[in-house]
C-alpha cells in the first residue's frame, strides 16, 4: 500500500469513530426546549400517546465501550502500513500454521517413503492420499477417473507407451516424458510420391484391422513404413516403449484413428509432454500418486509380443 493510500485509509476510519462519538453525544444530549420525557405531544385514535423515553445508560455506555474497543483494536493490530503493536500478520500466521501442518504430514509420509508403488498399492491409506494428490495434481490433464482424453493417456487401461512395471510408471510420474514423432509427410511424398502420406496411414489404419483385405495403397504404405517408422514403431508396428512410440496394432489411439487425425500425426508431427513431478512433489509424494495410478489398471495384458520393453 503506497502512503497516500495509507492516509486516505485511516482518514477515513478515524472520522468514521468520531462520527460515532458525535453520533451517540447527538442523541443523547437534550436541548432546554426539548419537551419533558414523556410528553412528545403525538396522539392517535384519541389516547394513544407517543412517550419520549432516553436510551437507557447501559445501552449508551455499551457503544461508548465497542468504540474504545475498536481503537484498541486498531492499535494492537495497525491499519493502513501501520503495522499494529501486537505485529500481527495473516503472513505470520499463515506460515506458522503451514509449517505445523506440513511437519504433521512428513511425519505420516516418512511411512512410505523409498517404497515401489505397487506395494503402496496394497495399503488403502496410502492410495487415498495418492488419490488427493492425482485430483489436485494430475486430473486436470487425466481426468479426475484417470481415463484421459485426446493427446492425454487414459491410466486405466493396460497400455503403456513408456512402460507398466512399477518402476517405469514411477520413473515416468518423477522424471516425466517428451514423447518425440517428427512430421514425416516430406519425407514420405520425397521417396513414395504425391500418395505417400495416404498410403502409409491405409497401411497404419490396416495393423489394427487385420482381418480386413489389404488394399493396393496399404501395400505401398507398408514399403514406406519399412523404411521409415520401423525405427521407432518396430517391423510389426508394436510400439517401443524406451521412446513412448506407441503400439500401432491395438485400438487405442492417443490422437484418434480419423484420417484428419493421422494426417495432422505425418504432417506435423506430435510432442506429447509428460510434466517431471519429482521437482514439485518431492520422491514420497511421487511414490503415493504412483500408487494410486497403479491401482487403475489392471495389469493383465503385458507388453504387445513384439514391442520394444524398458525395463
Ligand atoms: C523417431 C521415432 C519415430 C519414428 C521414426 C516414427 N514415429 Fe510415430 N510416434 C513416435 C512417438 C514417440 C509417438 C508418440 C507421440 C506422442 O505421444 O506425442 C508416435 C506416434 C505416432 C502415431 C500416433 C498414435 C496414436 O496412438 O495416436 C502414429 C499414427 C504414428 N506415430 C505413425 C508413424 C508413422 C506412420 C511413421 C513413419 C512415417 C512414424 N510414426 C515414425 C515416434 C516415431
Ligand atoms: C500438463 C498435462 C499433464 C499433467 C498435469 C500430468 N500429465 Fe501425465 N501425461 C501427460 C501427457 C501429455 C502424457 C503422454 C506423453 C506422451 O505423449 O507419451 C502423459 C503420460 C503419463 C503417463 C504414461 C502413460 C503411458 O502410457 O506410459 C503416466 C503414468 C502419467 N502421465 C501419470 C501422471 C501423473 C501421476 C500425474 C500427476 C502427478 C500426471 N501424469 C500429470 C500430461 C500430463
Redesign the pocket.
Known amino acids: 500500500m503506497t502512503s497516500g493510500w495509507t492516509w486516505y485509509v485511516i482518514a477515513i476510519t478515524v472520522i468514521n469513530l468520531i462520527g460515532c462519538v458525535w453520533l451517540l453525544r447527538a442523541n443523547t444530549r437534550r436541548s432546554p426546549t426539548d419537551p419533558k420525557p414523556d410528553e412528545t405531544g403525538h396522539v392517535w385514535d384519541g389516547n394513544i400517546t407517543e412517550y419520549n423515553k432516553p436510551l437507557p445508560k447501559w445501552w449508551i455506555n455499551l457503544f461508548y465501550i465497542t468504540i474504545v474497543f475498536s481503537v484498541g483494536y486498531l492499535l494492537w493490530f495497525g491499519v493502513g502500513t501501520f503495522r499494529g503493536f501486537g505485529h500481527w500478520s495473516s503472513h505470520k500466521e499463515w506460515a506458522l500454521e503451514t509449517a505445523a501442518e506440513d511437519a504433521r504430514l512428513d511425519d505420516t509420509l516418512k511411512l512410505y517413503a523409498g517404497k515401489p508403488i505397487d506395494m503402496l498399492a496394497k495399503d488403502p491409506q496410502a492410495v487415498a492420499l495418492g488419490r488427493n494428490?492425482?485430483i489436485n495434481?494430475?486430473a486436470?490433464?487425466?481426468g479426475s477417473t484417470g481415463h484421459g482424453a485426446t493427446?492425454?493417456?487414459d491410466?486405466t487401461d493396460d497400455?503403456?507407451?513408456?512402460?507398466?512395471t512399477p518402476h517405469r510408471?514411477l520413473e515416468?510420474?518423477q522424471e516425466g516424458?517428451q514423447?518425440v514423432m517428427p512430421a514425416w509427410a516430406t519425407t514420405l511424398t520425397a521417396q513414395g510420391g504425391p500418395t505417400a502420406v495416404d498410403d502409409t496411414i491405409a497401411y497404419v489404419l490396416s495393423l489394427s484391422k487385420p482381418a480386413q483385405a489389404r488394399d493396393e495403397a496399404s501395400e505401398r504404405g507398408e514399403k514406406l513404413f519399412q523404411t521409415i517408422c520401423v525405427a521407432c514403431h518396430g517391423p510389426q508396428g508394436k510400439g517401443n516403449q524406451v521412446v513412448?512410440a506407441p503400439d500401432l496394432t491395438d485400438s487405442y489411439w492417443?490422437y484418434g484413428s480419423s484420417k484428419a487425425s493421422l494426417h495432422k500425426t505425418l504432417n506435423e508431427g506430435?510432442q506429447?509432454?509428460?510434466?517431471a513431478?519429482k521437482p514439485v512433489?518431492g520422491d514420497t509424494r511421487?511414490r503415493l500418486?504412483?500408487a494410486y495410478?497403479w491401482t487403475l489398471s489392471p495389469h493383465t495384458d503385458g507388453p504387445p509380443a513384439g514391442a520394444v520393453v524398458a525395463e
Open positions: 494428490i492425482f495434481r494430475c486436470a490433464c487425466h493427446g492425454f493417456p491410466l497400455i503403456w507407451h513408456w512402460g507398466g510408471i515416468t510420474i516424458r514423447a513412448g492417443l506430435r506429447g509432454v509428460m510434466p513431478w512433489l511421487t500418486v504412483g495410478v
